[in-house]
């Protein structure tokens, strides 16, 4: 887990300002990499790296990492789980290696096997850059490159000059090379979804490498061109086997994808929450660690909200060194301030990711393994275990003319607003319906009219801008529960959990790995009938059988809680100084601010909605 950064002229030479501009860049990504630092200079391109030690913790694990004669450089933020492997296949192929890095792999095999080539063998979370100056290839060219569910960001402008880039926002912006100026077009998404979504950033001109993308670029700026895509995935129906036989194949998947996930060289840990997928990684985790494994969980006083006991079980079922860490309430309020300057863009979540990875480090570990995907993968999710019946509803209502449903949802709407602003928008995504209409039932922060409130304009006009969480040619070739999980992965998962896990895991230097968004387990789960019809119900059926009799019942026999924190309560003990700090130099309209804060105090609205005015204060206000 590391931090890449790096500038590449197109025409010209590196100049001397930008030369001083990659080291502000580099030391603003510190946090990401405490454990070593390097830059690579060539008369186009300036690479910096910051790196944190995972595998080979030596200094043969130093980046940029070039091939044999220098022509070939390399920076890597990620981890590539089955290099050990193509490790293998490349000394077949007559490589030498100087290092035990994974690293090292992406060295060799993109001379070997192209980038495509490569790009296709790998396995892991990863971004990287590669730097390539052999004659024999032509020109000088760069290559940039995202792992298939976007785990690890890379950000990057460019204009007819230079394309530059870096894992973060904050270390574009410290190089002082960007246009300045927040993106407008951001903030309404943030406020229609909790969070920006890809490929837009806050920035203008700067995006987001689309997930399992590759960005190639010579003489002349680029385009991401996908390698990988989900979409075919959802498409195939499940394989014709027993019940048995798909919780055999799943089993062989899960130990096989968390054994590769547990390759480290420094102490490793798993967030235990006591839940169904955090308890299912401990499990399989402790086949390959039966002795020095360590879980970690959090408690609190609000007993609405403390799984300690079920995740006291799973430690002591699977004979875990188990830590636990109490977060009060005074903690979340002398950390905020910490946890928005680690808050690389806005986002509703990671704040319980923050906390925990702060305890995971003072624990003293660097890697730790998160139940993150398996919601995703498993259907864990209510919208996605519904998503037949709620495609159902929404046919029906597309059933109604348009003259005749939109006046009378906008009447229930209106009468709705005061009382019941979560049904008001959902009535707006009855009023207009599209294939992602199931979704936005669910995902949606406020409606359009909501929106427009907020930020003094009207509705007809943030129609004209309105986010499409989804292509509608692709979506409408999926099954209702395909476009659903299409959509959570292209949208919620991807803006939002991963790019919150990794950066407040990072801003603790502390590396985040998610077993459940391994591609090869994705793609063969979800070619596996899940065996949902079958009683009695059990949730995520697959998951819990496959893990055996041994799993603990208590685990699974029990209403789904989530991984969450007490935050409603402990903002409305601090309301009114949170409101105070949203109304702050806000860019949205007062009025319709205090409004949100209201509702909230009344009971009527998700603590998401007055959360995300502070946090729109914090990143567009004056």
Same mark, same amino acid.
């Given at each position: 887990?590391?931090?890449?950064?790096?500038?590449?002229?197109?025409?010209?030479?590196?100049?001397?300002?930008?030369?001083?501009?990659?080291?502000?860049?580099?030391?603003?990504?510190?946090?990401?990499?405490?454990?070593?630092?390097? /830059? /690579?200079?060539?008369?186009?391109?300036?690479? @910096?790296?910051?790196?944190?030690?995972?595998?080979?913790?030596?200094?043969?694990?130093?980046?940029? =990492?070039?091939?044999?004669? #220098?022509?070939?450089?390399?920076?890597?933020?990620?981890?590539?789980?089955?290099?050990?492997? &193509?490790?293998?296949?490349?000394?077949?192929?007559?490589?030498?290696?100087?290092?035990?890095?994974?690293?090292?792999?992406?060295?060799?095999?993109?001379?070997?096997?192209?980038?495509?080539?490569?790009?296709?063998?790998?396995?892991?979370?990863?971004?990287?850059?590669?730097?390539?100056?052999?004659?024999?290839?032509?020109?000088?060219? +760069?290559?940039?490159?995202?792992?298939? /569910?976007?785990?690890?960001?890379?950000?990057?402008?460019?204009?007819?000059?230079?394309?530059?880039? $870096?894992?973060?926002?904050?270390?574009?912006?410290?190089?002082?090379?960007?246009?300045?100026?927040?993106?407008?077009?951001?903030?309404?998404?943030?406020?229609?979804?909790?969070?920006?979504?890809?490929?837009?950033?806050?920035?203008?001109? %700067?995006?987001?490498?689309?997930? #399992?993308?590759?960005?190639?670029?010579?003489?002349?700026?680029?385009?991401?061109?996908?390698?990988?895509?989900?979409?075919?995935?959802?498409? %195939?129906?499940? *394989? +014709?086997?027993?019940?048995?036989?798909?919780?055999?194949?799943?089993?062989?998947?899960?130990?096989?994808?968390?054994?590769?996930?547990?390759?480290?060289?420094?102490?490793?840990?798993?967030?235990?929450?006591?839940?169904?997928?955090?308890?299912?990684?401990?499990? &399989?985790?402790?086949? !390959?660690?039966?002795?020095? &494994?360590?879980?970690?969980?959090?408690?609190?006083?609000?007993?609405?909200?403390?799984?300690?006991?079920?995740?006291?079980?799973?430690?002591?079922?699977?004979?875990?060194?188990?830590?636990?860490?109490?977060?009060?309430?005074?903690?979340?309020?002398?950390?905020?301030?910490?946890? =928005?300057?680690?808050?690389?863009?806005?986002?509703?979540?990671?704040?319980?990711?923050?906390?925990?990875?702060?305890?995971?480090?003072?624990?003293?570990?660097?890697? !730790?393994?998160?139940?993150?995907?398996?919601?995703?993968?498993?259907? @864990?999710?209510?919208?996605?275990?519904?998503?037949?019946?709620?495609?159902?509803?929404?046919? $029906?209502?597309?059933?109604?003319?348009?003259?005749?449903?939109?006046?009378?949802?906008?009447? =229930?709407?209106?009468?709705?607003?005061?009382?019941?602003?979560?049904?008001?928008?959902?009535?707006?995504?009855?009023?207009?319906?599209?294939?992602?209409?199931?979704?936005?039932?669910?995902?949606?922060?406020?409606?359009?009219?909501?929106?427009? $409130?907020?930020?003094?304009?009207?509705?007809?006009?943030?129609?004209?801008?309105?986010?499409?969480?989804?292509?509608?040619?692709?979506?409408?070739?999926?099954?209702?529960?395909?476009?659903?999980?299409?959509?959570?992965?292209?949208?919620?998962?991807?803006?939002?959990?991963?790019?919150?896990?990794?950066?407040?895991?990072?801003?603790?230097?502390?590396?985040?790995?998610?077993?459940? +968004?391994?591609?090869?387990?994705?793609?063969?789960?979800?070619?596996?009938?899940? #065996?949902?019809?079958?009683?009695?119900?059990?949730?995520?059926?697959?998951?819990?059988? $496959?893990?055996?009799?041994?799993?603990?019942?208590?685990?699974?026999?029990?209403?789904?809680?989530?991984?969450?924190?007490?935050?409603?309560?402990?903002?409305?003990?601090?309301?009114? *100084?949170?409101?105070?700090?949203?109304?702050?130099?806000?860019?949205?309209?007062?009025?319709?601010?205090?409004?949100?804060?209201?509702?909230?105090?009344? @009971?009527?609205?998700?603590?998401?909605?007055?959360?995300?005015?502070?946090?729109?204060?914090? =990143?567009?206000?004056?």
């Amino acid at each position: 887990m590391c931090a890449i950064t790096g500038i590449f002229r197109f025409q010209g030479r590196i100049t001397p300002a930008e030369s001083e501009a990659i080291r502000r860049m580099v030391a603003a990504q510190a946090h990401r990499g405490p454990d070593d630092e390097g /830059f /690579f200079i060539h008369d186009r391109v300036l690479l @910096g790296h910051r790196r944190l030690s995972i595998v080979d913790t030596s200094k043969a694990g130093h980046q940029p =990492f070039p091939n044999r004669d #220098g022509s070939v450089q390399v920076v890597f933020n990620g981890e590539i789980y089955n290099f050990r492997e &193509l490790r293998k296949d490349l000394e077949a192929a007559g490589r030498a290696f100087v290092s035990r890095t994974d690293t090292e792999v992406l060295v060799h095999g993109y001379e070997v096997w192209g980038v495509e080539g490569l790009l296709s063998r790998l396995r892991g979370m990863f971004a990287f850059a590669i730097f390539d100056a052999a004659p024999a290839r032509g020109a000088p060219r +760069l290559i940039l490159a995202r792992d298939r /569910f976007g785990i690890k960001p890379l950000y990057y402008f460019q204009d007819h000059e230079k394309i530059i880039f $870096a894992s973060e926002i904050r270390a574009l912006k410290a190089g002082g090379l960007i246009p300045g100026g927040l993106d407008p077009q951001s903030l309404q998404y943030f406020l229609q979804l909790g969070s920006v979504p890809a490929p837009i950033s806050t920035q203008k001109d %700067v995006r987001s490498l689309p997930v #399992g993308s590759v960005l190639v670029v010579r003489d002349s700026p680029g385009d991401a061109k996908p390698y990988w895509s989900l979409a075919p995935i959802l498409k %195939v129906s499940p *394989d +014709l086997i027993s019940h048995a036989e798909a919780v055999s194949r799943a089993r062989a998947l899960l130990r096989t994808t968390v054994e590769q996930h547990l390759i480290s060289d420094v102490p490793l840990g798993i967030f235990l929450s006591g839940g169904i997928d955090s308890s299912a990684l401990v499990g &399989l985790a402790s086949a !390959v660690h039966p002795k020095d &494994l360590v879980t970690l969980s959090v408690t609190f006083e609000e007993p609405a909200y403390n799984e300690a006991v079920f995740a006291r079980h799973v430690a002591k079922q699977f004979g875990t060194q188990h830590h636990e860490v109490p977060v009060y309430y005074d903690q979340f309020k002398a950390n905020l301030p910490k946890m =928005f300057a680690a808050m690389d863009q806005p986002s509703l979540d990671g704040i319980n990711t923050f906390i925990v990875s702060k305890a995971a480090r003072e624990a003293g570990l660097t890697v !730790v393994l998160s139940g993150l995907g398996a919601d995703e993968l498993f259907s @864990g999710y209510r919208h996605l275990e519904k998503a037949g019946q709620i495609d159902a509803w929404v046919r $029906a209502a597309a059933m109604i003319p348009d003259g005749i449903r939109r006046p009378l949802l906008d009447g =229930f709407a209106l009468a709705a607003t005061a009382l019941f602003p979560k049904l008001s928008r959902k009535l707006w995504c009855l009023k207009n319906i599209s294939y992602a209409t199931p979704w936005w039932l669910a995902r949606g922060l406020f409606s359009p009219s909501q929106i427009a $409130a907020l930020l003094g304009s009207s509705e007809k006009e943030l129609l004209r801008t309105h986010y499409v969480a989804g292509p509608e040619a692709t979506l409408k070739t999926l099954s209702p529960e395909g476009r659903i999980r299409y959509l959570e992965y292209a949208n919620y998962l991807q803006n939002q959990l991963l790019k919150d896990g990794d950066v407040m895991s990072m801003a603790n230097s502390v590396e985040l790995r998610v077993p459940f +968004l391994d591609h090869v387990l994705v793609q063969g789960i979800l070619r596996l009938p899940s #065996g949902a019809e079958q009683k009695p119900r059990v949730p995520k059926r697959l998951l819990v059988e $496959a893990m055996g009799p041994d799993f603990p019942r208590e685990v699974w026999q029990r209403p789904k809680q989530g991984f969450t924190f007490p935050i409603a309560e402990w903002m409305k003990k601090d309301s009114a *100084d949170l409101e105070s700090m949203s109304l702050s130099g806000t860019p949205l309209e007062k009025n319709a601010v205090r409004k949100v804060w209201s509702y909230f105090r009344a @009971g009527r609205s998700h603590w998401s909605r007055p959360w995300s005015t502070v946090v729109a204060a914090r =990143f567009y206000g004056k």
